[in-house]
């Protein structure tokens, strides 16, 4: 017979194992429902996105898309050849020369002297911010808060020149894909920008679309967007903008088709003007090779329609190769002469009455000079070529 101490000990071990059971029990019952309820918001996120995608659809922007690369997703940027007169796209990093900024992005002006950026908080979200160069010295940078409090983060900005088409990525819990791409326009009256639209299929979709970056100047776009793509990787899209977005008509195409069309799921799809593909790949392979060229610090010097000059040995004389060379510095008098320029329309800008007649002077004797130094650069390139297309023959 047990006695008290062991009766007890036993009735103590009981109660122990009928709490730890019930505490197991709630927790597994916790957990249940917690999943349960991740499946559920997850189930609900994508009923809503199949619902955008169904509103967005009879929308489809009509786009030729030329060309497509899949590249890392740290590197794609190399895969675009942007002409310079069309902007700069860079890494934060790079741009401020920092290292704690891997995923934020740049976009700065011809000029080099107006940047729009993305940054990221101590929260881990993004927003944009801009910062203008005077002086050789960029201002401190001021964040960008009028474009839309639902954004959970803002990245990969690119202002068209225009100067006031404004492109960006963003998150919020009515887009399409994680990163949707929104297009904004900046009033110069109230400085301030308008509130930003989606630009629709088939550049977004259900997946992250990075950058939407045009190059007005030769007519091709670039898309980048992880969609249908392994982890780390991106494809990187090619097309040809138009001046006004034109959708698809459905009872021509079909609903299938145009899902495909949509969904880019095949670029040849969008090859219904023979003509218009072969002009925009001549202008992409173009701007590939001066990029190339730039890449490898070689030059770039169109002699006639079949032969472009790579290195200074391509020419045929040495004269030729020294007025080259004195072209070269012509080029770099043009750009320093219009950085000064810009410095002092902007200092004309925001300057006193009484300053601004010295300015005026100032400003009016550099354009003055810089029609001159352009029209002797147009000169030297035009007697070059004609020279060597006289050795060639």
């Not at 000029?111 to 944009?128: C, P, R, T, V, Y």
């Not at 959970?152 to 791409?181: C, H, Q, R, W």
């Not at 088939?202 to 030769?218: A, C, E, M, R």
Request: net charge positive.
């Amino acid at each position: 017979m047990l006695n008290m101490k062991w009766m007890v000990a036993l009735v103590g071990f009981i109660m122990f194992s009928f709490t730890s059971e019930a505490q197991t029990l709630k927790s597994k019952t916790k957990k249940t429902v917690g999943n349960a309820k991740v499946a559920k918001t997850a189930k609900a996120e994508e009923i809503n996105r199949d619902e955008l995608f169904e509103d967005m659809l009879s929308s489809t922007a009509q786009v030729m898309f030329i060309d497509s690369v899949v590249t890392d997703r740290s590197d794609f940027l190399s895969k675009i050849p942007l002409n310079k007169q069309a902007g700069i796209v860079t890494t934060y990093d790079k741009m401020w020369k920092t290292a704690g900024q891997p995923n934020a992005y740049v976009y700065m002006n011809e000029f080099e002297n107006k940047a729009i950026f993305s940054k990221q908080d101590e929260k881990g979200h993004f927003a944009l911010y801009s910062s203008d160069k005077l002086n050789d010295a960029w201002s401190l940078p001021k964040k960008i808060t009028d474009l839309s409090s639902d954004f959970e983060d803002i990245n990969y900005p690119y202002m068209m020149s225009d100067g006031v088409t404004l492109y960006f990525a963003a998150k919020n819990k009515n887009s399409l894909g994680g990163y949707d791409i929104y297009v904004t326009m900046y009033d110069t009256d109230s400085a301030r920008f308008y509130k930003p639209e989606n630009i629709g299929l088939p550049y977004n979709s259900k997946s992250d679309d990075l950058f939407y970056i045009v190059d007005d100047f030769n007519n091709i776009g670039w898309l980048v967007t992880d969609r249908n793509q392994p982890k780390g990787k991106v494809c990187v899209y090619t097309f040809v903008p138009t001046n006004s977005r034109q959708a698809y008509d459905e009872d021509n195409v079909g609903d299938k088709k145009l899902r495909a069309l949509a969904t880019i799921h095949s670029i040849k799809d969008t090859w219904t003007d023979k003509a218009k593909l072969q002009s925009a790949k001549a202008r992409l392979q173009s701007l590939q090779k001066t990029h190339q060229a730039l890449d490898n610090n070689t030059i770039f010097f169109v002699i006639n329609d079949n032969v472009i000059y790579t290195a200074l040995t391509d020419f045929k004389s040495a004269e030729n190769r020294k007025a080259y060379s004195q072209l070269v510095n012509m080029r770099d008098d043009s750009k320093k002469l219009l950085d000064l320029l810009n410095v002092n329309r902007q200092k004309y800008s925001i300057a006193k009455q009484a300053e601004k007649q010295d300015l005026k002077a100032k400003i009016l004797q550099q354009e003055k000079k810089m029609d001159e130094l352009e029209r002797t650069i147009h000169q030297l390139e035009k007697t070059i070529r004609n020279r060597e297309n006289q050795l060639l023959m």
